[in-house]
């Protein structure tokens, strides 16, 4: 069984650019969790989907935007890009059905922001 | 509130056993994860907690104490490789987003 696979891994962009992160969640799963982790912090949640809505979000700002696909799959948009976005972006999947499911990250996708 | 608190940083030797503790407050509780996060990769499952006691799986084992908050991750013959952030969340029956704790950094040396 496939994990969940983000592209691309690693991207480097302007300020003011706008960048957009992909995220294929493990077969069966529906729910999808985006993070963002800096150098040091721990896990910054950005927002989680579920069939296609946006089940919770975290407090980050409208720049920080995602949607999801009907077949799961995920994707996150950050416009106006600052160089304070720089850091490792996690999707993470589980099945969705119950608070207490196991989620499962992938190898996440490192942003610079130059 | 919701709140989890964890030691920022440990050391242990090789061979030897550490015990890493994540207390929490939470409402609604439904189990607490450990995850393994090694420097630049992506944090890997370790365990979950949903009853009191022990679970051992192997080298690791983890303990839930409910009515305490809190919890324990227990490495054993510990290794150069276990060198590693051990991250703690919860997760709540309300809602389906796991509450994080900031990670202890596990130094091991020779």
């Known amino acids: 069984k496939a994990g969940v696979t983000q592209t691309p891994r690693y991207l480097i962009k302007t300020r003011g650019q706008q960048v957009t992160l992909s995220c294929s969640p493990i077969s069966g799963h529906r729910s999808v969790s985006w993070y963002q982790q800096t150098p040091g912090q721990g896990l910054q949640f950005l927002f989680e989907?579920?069939?296609?809505?946006?089940?919770n979000k975290g407090n980050f700002p409208g720049r920080f935007s995602g949607r999801q696909f009907s077949n799961s799959r995920s994707e996150m948009n950050v416009s106006t890009l600052e160089l304070g976005d720089s850091a490792l972006y996690l999707c993470?999947?589980?099945?969705?059905?119950?608070?207490?499911?196991?989620?499962?990250f992938g190898e996440g996708s490192w942003l610079t922001v130059v | 509130g919701q709140n989890i608190d964890q030691p920022t940083e440990m050391t242990a030797t090789e061979g030897a056993i550490v015990q890493i503790n994540c207390t929490y407050q939470?409402?609604?509780?439904?189990?607490l994860f450990w995850y393994q996060q090694h420097a630049g990769e992506a944090p890997t499952f370790l365990s979950y907690n949903v009853l009191d006691g022990l679970e051992e799986k192997g080298r690791f084992s983890s303990f839930l104490s409910r009515s305490k908050g809190y919890s324990y991750l227990l490495l054993k013959e510990l290794q150069m490789k276990d060198s590693a952030s051990y991250l703690c969340a919860v997760g709540r029956d309300s809602n389906y987003q796991l509450i994080w704790g900031a990670g202890t950094k596990l130094i091991i040396k020779p």
């Open positions: 993470a999947s589980s099945s969705g059905t119950d608070t207490g499911n196991t989620i499962y």
């Open positions: 989907y579920f069939s296609e809505t946006q089940r």
């Open positions: 939470t409402s609604g509780f439904n189990g």
